[in-house]
């Protein structure tokens, strides 16, 4: 339960990092804005069009008699849009950061150097494009994962009462850890961290990773909040995966009532500390 707080507590930080912060959480924003704008059209073309793909997509139907077709097919959309609803969510993060590598990069750096006892951060010797590459695959093996539990999460929905009441809290659990692994790729790829070994990291302490992705998975759902929360996610992800390492923390102002700083080290869980990882 402890580690459960502490995941939150990171979110929290992350939040409040940004707020100090105006400048950064401005340049954090752009590239939510441009995924969200992506999103909303193809929502929108679904929306409109749904009907008409479901209605090409099932031909054997068109002979049915009233009402079963128009129920079949109305059923085969609505289900159609919650799959697309329940992949945004699943990929809006992994597509912002993707078209926000460089944003993303600089803020967590900036993360680091503030609350790094020697003012230091980790910084990858990898020319852009060859991060965006790594980073482009990994979010696919990643969602490739997710989008598995997705559609195992939906059949088991259709369960009387666990799928009602059990299968979507599963669910929200689910998408926080991926969610987290998304964000903390940020922080965690620049120390050289290879995909296998930040899912292994992650679930070493899961309870810490529920902790900071279900809530954050669950604010997600509100439209547009993705979009503000974005920068202070990939900032509360860096503090996030600092923990996961056994780094040194140092508080800010809270610190302290004099307004010093202090420095603390967290602890690496019961898998022990990864370490800083060598360079790719």
Request: neutral net charge; aromatic residues 12%.
């Amino acid at each position: 339960m402890r580690d459960l707080g502490a995941g939150f507590g990171h979110l929290l930080k992350g939040q409040r990092w940004v707020a100090r912060h105006g400048k950064s959480y401005g340049f954090g924003l752009v590239p939510g804005l441009i995924t969200l704008v992506l999103y909303l059209a193809a929502l929108v073309s679904l929306a409109l069009w749904g009907t008409d793909f479901v209605a090409w997509a099932t031909p054997f139907a068109d002979d049915w008699s009233s009402p079963w077709l128009g129920l079949f097919r109305g059923f085969l959309t609505a289900v159609l849009f919650a799959l697309a609803l329940l992949l945004a969510v699943l990929t809006f993060t992994a597509v912002t950061l993707l078209i926000g590598q460089p944003f993303y990069e600089n803020l967590s750096e900036r993360v680091d150097r503030d609350v790094s006892p020697d003012g230091t951060a980790p910084e990858s010797d990898l020319p852009l494009m060859r991060e965006l590459w790594i980073s482009g695959r990994d979010s696919l093996r990643v969602l490739v994962r997710a989008g598995l539990w997705g559609v195992l999460l939906f059949a088991l929905g259709f369960i009387p009462f666990v799928g009602q009441t059990v299968v979507p809290v599963v669910g929200f659990f689910v998408t926080g850890f991926f969610l987290t692994e998304e964000l903390t790729s940020v922080a965690l790829q620049r120390r050289g961290v290879e995909l296998r070994d930040r899912l292994a990291l992650l679930r070493s302490r899961k309870t810490l990773v529920w902790g900071y992705g279900t809530p954050l998975a669950v604010s997600f759902l509100v439209p547009f909040v993705a979009v503000f929360l974005m920068p202070g996610a990939v900032a509360g992800a860096t503090l996030l995966a600092r923990d996961l390492l056994g780094e040194e923390i140092r508080d800010g102002d809270e610190g302290r009532p004099d307004g010093g700083s202090t420095a603390r080290t967290v602890s690496p869980g019961p898998a022990g500390p990864a370490g800083p990882a060598p360079t790719h």
